[in-house]
């Protein structure tokens, strides 16, 4: 009985080994890592829009280093809705980033996963922009399809 069991965990440290690369081995980026890459930009150019919108009546900049904390508190308009879309852009980064990445550790088919991680992107995108449009239901829309395709990674990774 122990023998079975102490098998199953070599053939699972095998498919281990198999996953991990040695230095001088390569692997090219995959469509959904680099859309790993554009999810990390996304709440920076967020935050950007709301640095360079914010201003004040006098049309100085409202973000001061010396007091950073404050300035969500001072902005309203396009800056506000810029600023809470890259808060929320940070809250989705790390689902996505954890389920490409165990989509890929299990060999989940690389064309779905390449596809549902594009989609991701599309949708968050099209989130922004409708977060600085102000129109909350096409927001809502396209956080809800964002959020599908994070669970398709999920379970594509445990379909395979």
């Known amino acids: 009985m122990a023998k079975a069991g102490s098998r199953k965990i070599a053939n699972y440290g095998d498919r281990f ?16 890592f680099w859309c790993v890459f554009v999810a990390v930009l996304l709440p920076y150019i967020c935050f950007g829009i709301a640095r360079n919108r914010g201003r004040g009546p006098s049309g100085d900049r409202l973000r001061d280093n010396r007091n950073p904390r404050d300035f969500p508190n001072r902005i309203e308009g396009l800056a506000k809705r810029a600023w809470d879309a890259q808060l929320n852009a940070f809250e989705a980064l790390p689902g996505f980033a954890a389920a490409v990445i165990i989509a890929h550790l299990v060999h989940a088919p690389q064309n779905q996963i ?7 992107v599309l949708a968050r995108i099209a989130h922004v922009a409708f977060y600085l449009t ?3 239901k096409l927001r809502t829309s396209a956080q809800l399809v964002s959020l599908a395709c994070v669970l398709g990674l999920f379970v594509a990774a445990g379909l395979s």
Not at 20 to 25: L, S
Not at 114 to 120: E, F, G, K, Q, Y
């Open 114 to 120: 390449d596809v549902l991680a594009s989609v991701w």
């Open 134 to 136: 102000d129109k909350d």
């Open 17 to 32: 080994k198999a996953n991990v690369r040695t230095q001088g081995e390569g692997a090219p980026m995959t469509i959904a």
